[in-house]
Structure formats: C-alpha cells, structure tokens
C-alpha cells in the first residue's frame, strides 16, 4: 500500500501570508500513461471533501487562483498564496495511481 | 457543481447489514466509474471501494474486502454499497464521489455500528 505522508498536521497561518502544505509519497505516482494521479481536497468545518487540485496542478472550476499544486515523483506540494479566511480546514492529498487508493493524514490550516 | 446524494445510512448491530445508495438528476452515471470514502468521527478520510463505469470492474480496500459489495444500476443513476458483517469500526459518514478522480463528493450518510 502506498504511505502518503503530510508532515505537518496543524498549521496555523496569519491572514493574508503563504501557506504551504507537503504530501512525500512511499512510491513514485507516475503511472504508465504518463499522468501522475495525485489530488488535492480541502474539507471545511462541517462540510464534505471538494476536490481542489487534480493530478498535480491542475486546478477544479471556482478554486480561486491562489490555490496551486506542484511536484512530481514522490515529493508533492500544495501552497496558498495568501490565506484568506474561508481556506480554514483540513487538506488532504490523495493518490489514484496504484491499488488500493490512499490519502494522507490530512494538514490541519487554521488562523492565528 | 454536480451534487450527489448519499442514502441509507442509520444505526444497526455488530453483524448487522445495511446498503447505503448515491444517486445524482444532474448527470448521467453511465459511463462513469463512482466510489465510496468514508469518514469515521474525528478522523480522516479512507477510500472504500471504486466500480468501473463499462463492463464493471469493482476494487475494495483491505479493511472491506469480503463483506462489502459495491454495484451500480445505470438505468436508476445509482450505485450502492451493500456492508454485511458489519464492525464497530465501520461507524463512518459514508461519501460517493464521481469518477476515477474523485471530481464530486456528496454530503454524505452516517453509519453507526453499535450494540
């Protein structure tokens, strides 16, 4: 089973500043057609998962711009360029290149 | 944004069975492969089980596999996971979510297992 493995599981943030949440994975997530399938999900208090970023950097429809996904391999990273209030949740990366599927932990962003 | 709607969830024993059902009106399931995540309280979200959308190839997690089934009926937009045997452990807010990339999520049903 592939291990995806966020280091930091709380982060406190000032408004307004970067935020930058990694996903190191026990195994490439390359697959064979040359797409690397990792994903990015934000869950806010209360509310269901929404995906954010899929397969690495591409960002979902009504994600604002200051969400972005990079990385490649084993070695992913998910910034914020500026946190804005309603960026208050869990984020979690998710693999659906290898069997069974896997997701992190989960990076806990919070205001200061 | 697609919304899709998750059923079926409630309270039943160690042992016990239960289906849960996801269904959408705002797009066509045929074609589409669907799974389940699933959420136990306070924790992080474990992928389930996925089906295929053509010629049905289903996929469970360890944790699952040989109790739960996972199966769709195009023709009513909904697929279904049966739990059988169901565990303590199983408690979880149950998600659907569309195709292989996870692209929507439902609300979710709650499942509780407890005696």
């Known amino acids: 089973e592939v291990v995806l493995t966020q280091s930091t599981l709380s982060l406190p943030v000032t408004l307004g500043q970067p935020a930058s949440i990694s996903c190191r994975s026990s195994q490439s997530l390359l697959y064979r057609d040359g797409n690397t399938y990792l994903h990015w999900f934000q869950q806010r208090p209360g509310q269901s998962p929404r995906r954010l970023i899929y397969k690495v950097s591409n960002r979902d429809s009504g994600v604002p711009d200051r969400f972005s996904g990079s990385g490649s391999g084993t070695d992913f990273t998910l910034e914020i360029s500026r946190v804005e209030a309603e960026d208050v949740g869990v984020y979690y990366c998710m693999q659906g290149t290898h069997w069974p599927r896997t997701f992190g932990q989960g990076t806990k962003v919070e205001i200061k | 944004e697609v919304q899709l709607l998750e059923s079926g969830g409630g309270l039943v024993q160690p042992g016990g069975s239960l289906r849960v059902s996801c269904t959408s009106s705002?797009?066509?399931?045929?074609?589409?492969?669907m799974s389940w995540v699933r959420q136990a309280p306070g924790k992080g979200l474990k992928w389930v089980s996925s089906?295929?959308?053509?010629?049905?190839?289903?996929y469970y997690a360890d944790s699952v596999k040989g109790r739960f089934t996972i199966s769709r009926d195009d023709s009513k937009n909904t697929v279904y996971m049966e739990m059988n045997n169901l565990r303590v452990e199983d408690t979880a807010v149950y998600y659907c979510?569309?195709?292989?990339?996870?692209?929507?999520w439902g609300q979710g049903t709650l499942v509780t297992v407890s005696s």
């Open positions: 705002e797009f066509t399931f045929t074609g589409y492969a």
């Open positions: 979510a569309r195709d292989w990339l996870l692209e929507n």
């Open positions: 089906i295929s959308g053509r010629a049905p190839n289903t």
